[in-house]
């Protein structure tokens, strides 16, 4: 399971997401098993973030 302080990161919005990442460069972002699909993700910097078992697409 994801980490939940991360997804609240996230659920604040790209730009907090991707200001979140450029402060802790250090912190490898687990969003495993989490679901997705509904969030807003375009420009969100996802490099190297755990997303195994998330739901990205619609179905």
Do not use: C, F, Y
């Not at 991360?6 to 790209?14: C, E, N, T, W």
């Not at 460069?25 to 973030?49: F, H, K, M, Q, W």
């Amino acid at each position: 399971m994801g980490n939940s302080e991360h997804l609240a990161i996230l659920k604040q919005g790209v730009a907090s997401w991707n200001r979140w990442r450029l402060e802790n460069p250090e912190i490898i972002p687990n969003l495993s098993g989490t679901n997705l699909r509904r969030a807003n993700l375009r420009e969100a910097d996802l490099s190297g973030v755990n997303l195994r078992w998330s739901k990205l697409a619609v179905d």
